[in-house]
């Protein structure tokens, strides 16, 4: 099996506050973790940024991970609670795919 790679330059989305959808919703799995004995079930969320596009006229994306759990300080319930109104005890995360809501994309640099 053979795979062919085209060399791309990587374009980093713009930083600041972005009107985006929920456009994907990928179940990792359990995921090893440092703080606990047991893993942690994880998703992935992605938004496109609607409102910015790249040179080819395809819209930047931009994900992040979540530990699948509901808590108040949670990433995932402040995720959940940005694009529904919906009770917290409990949610079909399928039923945000597609939803708007505003995202901010910041910048981190790694030292060399």
Do not use: W
Not at 63 to 87: D, I, M, W
């Amino acid at each position: 099996m053979s795979f062919y790679v085209e060399k791309t330059t990587y374009q980093p989305a713009p930083a600041g506050v972005h009107l985006a959808r929920l456009t994907q919703l990928i179940h990792l799995g359990v995921q090893e973790s440092i703080y606990k004995d047991e893993g942690q079930r994880q998703y992935l969320l992605g938004f496109e940024l609607v409102e910015e596009a790249l040179n080819d006229e395809r819209n930047y994306t931009v994900s992040e991970r979540f530990n699948a759990t509901l808590g108040p300080k949670s990433k995932l319930s402040a995720a959940v609670s940005a694009l529904t109104s919906a009770s917290q005890n409990g949610f079909d995360l399928d039923e945000l795919v597609g939803r708007a809501c505003q995202v901010t994309v910041a910048h981190k640099t790694k030292p060399d």
